[in-house]
């Protein structure tokens, strides 16, 4: 068993360096950075905008529900998809409203578009205070609903703040984490879904001992170049939670080669 100096001997000057080390951000930690930035200021803008949309659109459907003309209105085309179930059948027309001539455009599936022809009749509703704001009976406009605002902010928040958790998490470790000399106790392959396929990845199983000697093991997944049984490999790990550990290098986050302030 090689000694806790030995150990010491085979990691990184760099780790073994006081606590709290400087850290830098990788490229990929400043990616990482700019998106949590961009994710959390996209579902704070996104959200406020979308609450005003619904907001303004309470107005229209009270308008919808109790200021609406109805009237007949002249198809001038209807585009079928080339097949089936390919997509809806695009119907325009035109119709009278206060003396002036409008058009409007609707979407209907195939069996409500069955019978309709250029040059036919549709039945046709228009907004009173806004007659060029038209639709087919059945088909009000609803405008921007209330449920749409956390629907669209609250993944945008949270995509922004795991990004940030990961990289506060990597920064943390870097900076006050204890490294240790860790071997690979075995690697395998694994199957991981990907949108509508699966990718191959492989889980390796390593342990390391703490600096009271206590065993601990842990993993993590690549994607290829898996280490094999026996190599070693450095981690630092939570001196307060061995459970949280990464394999160094990591990714969002490097020491910082300039030295303290004070030097």
């Not at 749409?148 to 990289?167: E, H, N, Q």
């Amino acid at each position: 068993m090689n000694s806790p100096r030995s150990n010491l001997e085979r990691l990184p000057a760099e780790v073994q360096r006081c606590v709290p080390r400087q850290v830098a951000l990788t490229a990929a930690g400043r990616a990482a950075l700019t998106a949590a930035l961009l994710l959390s200021f996209g579902g704070l803008l996104g959200g406020a905008l979308l609450y005003v949309a619904a907001e303004r659109d309470v107005a229209l459907r009270a308008d919808v529900a109790h200021h609406t003309v109805s009237t007949l209105g002249e198809i001038t085309s209807v585009h079928r998809p080339a097949r089936r179930g390919e997509a809806k059948t695009e119907v325009s027309y035109r119709y009278l409203a206060n003396g002036r001539d409008y058009v409007g455009r609707a979407q209907l599936r195939g069996r409500e578009s069955a019978t309709l022809e250029p040059g036919g009749r549709i039945p046709v509703r228009f907004l009173a205070s806004s007659p060029a704001l038209s639709w087919l009976p059945g088909r009000e406009p609803q405008g921007v609903q209330f449920w749409l605002v956390p629907l669209v902010s609250l993944p945008l928040w949270a995509a922004g703040a795991l990004s940030a958790l990961t990289l506060r998490r990597q920064h943390r470790l870097l900076a006050c984490g204890r490294p240790a000399l860790a071997h690979v106790t075995e690697t395998r392959k694994v199957r991981r879904s990907h949108g509508h396929g699966h990718h191959v990845a492989y889980q390796v199983a390593f342990e390391f001992h703490l600096l009271s000697r206590a065993r601990r093991t842990g993993s993590f997944q690549v994607q290829k170049d898996p280490p094999t049984a026996g190599s070693p490999l450095v981690i630092v790990y939570d001196p307060d939670d061995p459970q949280q550990y990464a394999r160094y290098p990591l990714s969002l986050v490097r020491p910082d080669p300039s030295p303290p302030s004070g030097a």
